[in-house]
């Protein structure tokens, strides 16, 4: 993304068409381009290969108008006001890596930015960042690093106070040894390879010449495999990557330096050449898009390009599972409701096909009663503590102190493999998700979600990870069962497996039998299926029945309460009650809204029962203020045991349901 004009060179003709044919694979419909495993175009994706043509001396190819009219408009993955419908959103940052991208690639078609100049334009203050995710608020450099690069790009100049902004921030940043990192350099840690070269280039677009301090540095940040990793001495997460290598080559090209090993530097390189064509992040992972252009703009940054021969690649082999014959599909929810009512959690599990619950930091007791109760009606589905580490943070001297960074799983009880389940919910520092997630302590990656809807999908970074760790959906819930059944049956994770059980799971883990699944409007009402080979994805479509319940779950929640019924909502101190929650939908700081029906009648035979209305609505004085928290209705039986109580419901006033009976009976 740091690529210098001007920079070009030939290849041979075989490389050239190895490389430009592993991009047509990703081409899509629309003349854009996907991640690999995806039928969706991304800005990303789309970047890399246009980039990568153009270094080649070579044509995109297509309409190239068209392209950039798509890239204009229709494809940033963030859209300018997110919908209910919306793939992605923001989560804390504002990547600006992706405006870049979008400038970057207009200029190459020979299109016009004018689009974006106001915007950038105005970009003059340096951004904030909650300190609720990041203890003392430090913005992400290379994000920031991106502004000058935008006003250059867009060929406008900074303005005296953006200027004088950027260039103090910047030089906050920058240690002693010329290297730079996301905290000021006064609390006395290292710097990581690609923030010094962000940095380097965003100085260099604010008119200020590097001194060459960072040289010595950056070559100390090879590794004996002959690839980079962030810093000399790292603390964790000391992998060599593509995108560490790119970075220090870009910085070392800034101040004017070579790599230190360059031969070996060229064997890590052609080690991550693939069969297809594309180059991976690292020795043995599948081709990336950014990685196949960052390896082609080093290689053209450094005179190499004209050297490099199609028959240097790598012999990819692909996972083929053979042992799928035995294996039947099961779904597992990490973080869904953990608390109010075990008996909906249950109706909700056998509607919807759960096996494995993950209770979200669960009242004391709420796990086992729920299983109690699972068991009672034989419904199968395993219950289990699946947690969010709310005021737990975890540091990386120079990147920072942050929080969401892990969701432990506890196995339930009688499981073989008793290890925590340490699921990565996320980041958008991309420089400190990478150092963790290779730290070895991750056992898999959270993907969909509640409210960011797809995490891949904003950090397409995090693709690379796919067949190293597992891809699950995080269900993230907050608030009562019955209200969250929408996001239940939205998303979940599925894998393959002889049996249901915690141990089986984790042997699909272990064999890349898992995968992340999502249907809803925010996937366009399409089955999305990330995180796993072409091959198991066959298995999981064939195998729909047994993990995908195809008819609607039930539009009303009717459950007979007693004195004994804990963890429930209107549980009455003696004798019966009907608690009946309808069908509201519950939306993201909207709170309940819309439901289809309403309760027309309770009656026990000819006699009209009373029904009691509850709403509860919030009464804070916040951005929430007035929202319904909670509805129910409350049928009392007061007569002698057993009745039959019949409920007759109607649809909602501008509904176009139907009218529909329930029929209840209350025992003693």
């Known amino acids: 993304m740091l690529l210098a ?47 990568t043509h153009a270094l080649l001396g070579r044509n995109v190819g297509g309409d190239s108008k068209a392209l950039a009219a798509l890239v204009a408009k229709g494809l940033h993955p963030v859209p300018v006001r997110p919908s209910e419908s919306a793939r992605t959103r923001w989560h804390w940052a504002r990547l600006h890596e992706y405006r870049l991208q979008q400038v970057r690639i207009l200029k190459t078609l020979g299109e016009s930015t004018d689009m974006f100049r106001r915007e950038i334009d105005g970009y003059a203050n340096i951004d904030s960042y909650t300190t609720g995710y990041e203890e003392n608020g430090n913005p992400v450099l290379m994000q920031l690093a991106c502004v000058p690069l935008l006003k250059e790009a ?51 677009a604010l008119g200020e010449k590097p001194d060459g301090r960072a040289a010595s540095w950056i070559l100390d940040c090879q590794r004996d495999d002959g690839g980079f990793t962030w810093s000399p001495n790292p603390c964790m997460g000391g992998v060599s990557d593509v995108w560490y290598a790119w ?22 390189i052609v080690s991550l050449w693939n069969a297809d064509g594309g180059f991976a992040p690292r020795p043995g992972m599948r081709s990336d898009p950014m990685a196949t252009f960052r390896v082609v703009d080093m290689l053209c940054a450094l005179g190499w390009m004209k050297g490099f021969e199609s028959s240097e690649r790598a012999k990819a082999v692909d996972v083929v599972h053979d042992d799928l014959a035995d294996c039947h599909a099961w779904t597992v929810q990490f973080e869904a409701p953990g608390s109010g009512s075990v008996k909906d959690a249950v109706q909700i599990a056998k509607d919807l096909k759960i096996h494995l619950w993950g209770a979200k930091n669960a009242l004391p007791g709420w796990v086992e009663a729920a299983q109690r109760e699972a068991d009672g009606r034989g419904v199968p589905v395993t219950f289990f503590h699946s947690d969010e580490a709310y005021g737990k943070r975890r540091a990386i001297p120079g990147i920072g102190n ?68 597992p891809f699950v959906s995080n269900q993230d819930s907050h608030g009562e069962t019955w209200w969250w059944r ?98 509201y939908h519950w939306r993201e700081n909207k709170g309940l809204r819309s439901p289809s029906c309403r309760l027309a ?68």
């Open 5 to 51: 004009q001007g920079v070009w060179a030939q290849a041979t003709d075989g490389a050239e068409n190895a490389i430009c044919a592993y991009f047509e694979t990703l081409r899509q419909p629309d003349g854009a381009y996907a991640y690999p495993g995806q039928d969706a175009s991304h800005l990303s994706a789309t970047y890399a290969a246009v980039m």
């Open 402 to 469: 942050f929080s969401h960074l892990v969701d432990p799983a506890t196995p339930p009880p009688g499981a073989v493999d008793g290890s925590v389940f340490n699921l990565w919910q996320m980041c958008d520092h991309e420089c400190c998700a990478r150092i963790w997630l290779d730290s070895g302590q991750y056992d898999a990656i959270g993907t969909f979600h509640f409210g960011c809807f797809d995490m891949t999908w904003l950090l397409p970074f995090l693709y690379q990870y796919e067949g190293v760790l």
């Open 247 to 268: 970075a220090a080559v870009r910085a070392l090209t800034a101040v004017g330096a070579r790599p230190r090993n360059e031969a070996g530097l060229r064997r890590w």
């Open 154 to 204: 867009c060929g406008l100049a900074a303005s005296d106070v953006a200027r004088k902004n950027f260039i103090e921030y910047l030089k906050a940043r920058e240690r002693a040894n010329g290297s730079f990192n996301t905290t000021p350099a006064s609390d006395g840690s290292d710097g990581h390879v690609v923030n010094t070269a962000y940095a380097l280039a965003a100085f260099r």
């Open 486 to 583: 929408d996001e239940l049956r939205s998303f979940r994770t599925v894998f393959l497996a002889p049996g249901r059980s915690w141990d089986d799971f984790r042997d699909a883990c272990r064999r890349g039998r898992v995968a992340s699944v999502r249907e809803d409007s925010h996937t366009e009402n399409r089955l999305r299926i990330i995180g796993c080979s072409e091959q198991i994805k066959r298995a999981l479509v064939e195998r729909e029945p047994e993990w995908r319940n195809l008819r609607p779950s039930e539009l009303v929640s009717v459950q007979v309460l007693g004195a004994e019924s804990m963890f429930e909502v209107a549980r009455p101190e003696s004798g019966k009650v009907l608690r009946i929650r309808l069908d």
């Open 601 to 668: 009648s309770a009656k026990s035979g000819e006699r009209e029962l009373h029904v009691e209305r509850i709403v509860r609505r919030h009464e804070k004085k916040d951005y929430l203020h007035g929202i319904i928290e909670e509805a129910y209705d409350i049928v009392r039986v007061e007569d002698a045991l057993p009745q039959r109580i019949v409920l007759t419901f109607t649809p909602a006033a501008g509904g176009s349901g139907k009218a529909f009976v329930k029929e209840v009976e209350v025992a003693k």
